[in-house]
């Protein structure tokens, strides 16, 4: 599927992909998210997972990826991952777009996003295309790595 994005953005492809294609964009992802976290990402490539590419329609060069994983309710989609020089130009919403009319094409029931606490910028985008909280995840971290909490 392709999706036009706006006039400063390139012409965005959308397909589903195969795990070895999405692997580089998920190991930048995880470099990414060691670097403004201080920890690995959650999961870049979930194992079992359904995975789409984005890439320039022109060039052909990859922009983003999404990765998911079905579950008897639906699809629960994270990461969604752009590349910095592709933010905010539209590869997130073309993503999500192809993402959801597969959705419903194969009548996946509900398509939900992971987007972590802090990550409010995320958030704020996920809610510019219809999507609302439904649940919040609560972590606890065990072992020697678990704060203290006398």
């Not at 999405?22 to 959650?42: C, K, V």
């Not at 959705?103 to 910028?121: F, G, I, K, M, Y």
């Amino acid at each position: 599927m392709n999706e036009t994005t706006e006039d400063q953005g390139p012409v965005v492809e959308v397909r589903r992909a195969r795990i070895e294609e999405i692997r580089p964009l998920a190991a930048e992802f995880d470099r990414e998210h060691r670097r403004e976290f201080g920890s690995p990402a959650e999961a870049p490539v979930p194992p079992g997972g359904v995975f789409w590419l984005a890439v320039d329609a022109d060039e052909r060069v990859p922009l983003g990826y999404a990765a998911g994983v079905l579950r008897p309710t639906g699809c629960t989609l994270g990461p969604v991952f752009t590349r910095a020089a592709a933010r905010r130009r539209g590869v997130g919403e073309a993503l999500l777009n192809s993402i959801q009319q597969w959705a419903e094409d194969t009548r996946v029931p509900v398509l939900e996003v992971s987007v972590a606490a802090s990550n409010e910028e995320g958030q704020a985008f996920l809610a510019s295309l219809g999507y609302e909280p439904r649940r919040l995840l609560m972590t606890r971290r065990t072992g020697p790595d678990r704060p203290n909490r006398s």
